[in-house]
């Protein structure tokens, strides 16, 4: 049985990802148990950040699952969990007003998350392609094949690294929105910024992922040629 030790590659990235998930549940589920002073909902809450910065024309809907909170740039609406949505928990608030900040990005045409929806399509076909184009590259002993699949691939890798401004992005205005609209104490600013940290290293592990991977297919290629 041929071993491919490249494989080996993929395990800092496996484990990041383990370890980032398991960050986002367990902050998620201990700010969820307190309420803030303030005792608006999110959904409310974020209602009015968004009619505030001049954003109120987006539509905030409910969405079944856990952590399954986002915000659409292409029907502008922002769908808020069955956790999040009629909760007053500061990890709710925190997670609320993160999607709200893509909404106000999308609004001033933030130029990351422009730039992140025009290549979704591309990156979509990149992402189902590279390694199916890179296998037939290496059974057909064709090297320019090889080279299409890593393209393709390089592609998903440059997605998620401009997925990293937008998600620091719409955490750092999380913030300053809940503090402009006097919604937090100090204390539960640190706990909204617990959450969300969490949740930026659940992008910074797939970045991290993609790019390992990008290493393996550029391995095996250079082992290929010997
Ligand atoms: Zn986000």
């Known amino acids: 049985?041929?071993?491919?030790?490249?494989?080996?590659?993929?395990?800092?990235g496996l484990l990041l990802g383990l370890w980032a998930q398991y960050k986002v549940k367990s902050a998620f589920s201990k700010y969820s148990?307190?309420?803030?002073?303030?005792?608006?909902?999110?959904?409310?809450?974020?209602?009015?950040?968004?009619q505030q910065n001049g954003a109120g024309d987006v539509q905030i809907t409910r969405v079944s699952g856990s952590l399954t909170d986002h915000y659409d740039p292409t029907t502008n609406t922002l769908r808020l969990s069955d956790s999040?949505?009629?909760?007053?928990?500061?990890?709710?608030?925190?997670?609320?007003?993160?999607?709200?900040?893509?909404?106000?990005?999308?609004?001033?045409?933030y130029p990351f998350l422009s730039l992140r929806s025009v290549m979704v399509p591309v990156v979509n076909i990149g992402?189902?392609?590279s390694w199916p184009i890179f296998l037939a590259g290496i059974i057909f002993s064709w090297e320019p094949l090889m080279y299409a699949g890593?393209?393709?691939?390089?592609?998903?890798?440059?997605?998620?690294?401009?997925?990293?401004?937008?998600?620091?992005?719409?955490?750092?205005?999380?913030?300053?929105?809940?503090?402009?609209?006097?919604?937090?104490?100090?204390e539960e600013e640190a706990g909204v910024k617990k959450v969300l940290n969490a949740a930026a290293l659940t992008y910074v592990a797939s970045?991290?992922?993609?790019?390992?991977?990008?290493?393996?297919?550029?391995?095996?290629?250079?082992?290929?040629?010997?």
């Open 150 to 186: 890593i393209i393709a691939f390089a592609l998903v890798v440059l997605f998620s690294l401009i997925t990293l401004p937008v998600e620091f992005d719409a955490s750092r205005r999380a913030v300053a929105l809940l503090n402009n609209g006097g919604f937090l104490t100090m």
């Open 127 to 129: 992402s189902n392609l």
């Open 207 to 226: 970045f991290v992922s993609a790019l390992l991977q990008l290493m393996r297919l550029l391995t095996i290629l250079n082992r290929n040629r010997d």
């Open 84 to 109: 999040v949505y009629g909760s007053p928990s500061i990890a709710a608030l925190g997670v609320a007003a993160h999607e709200a900040g893509h909404a106000l990005q999308k609004a001033q045409n």
């Open 33 to 50: 148990k307190y309420a803030t002073r303030s005792g608006v909902t999110a959904e409310r809450a974020v209602a009015r950040i968004l």
């Open 1 to 12: 049985m041929y071993f491919d030790s490249t494989i080996l590659f993929m395990i800092p």
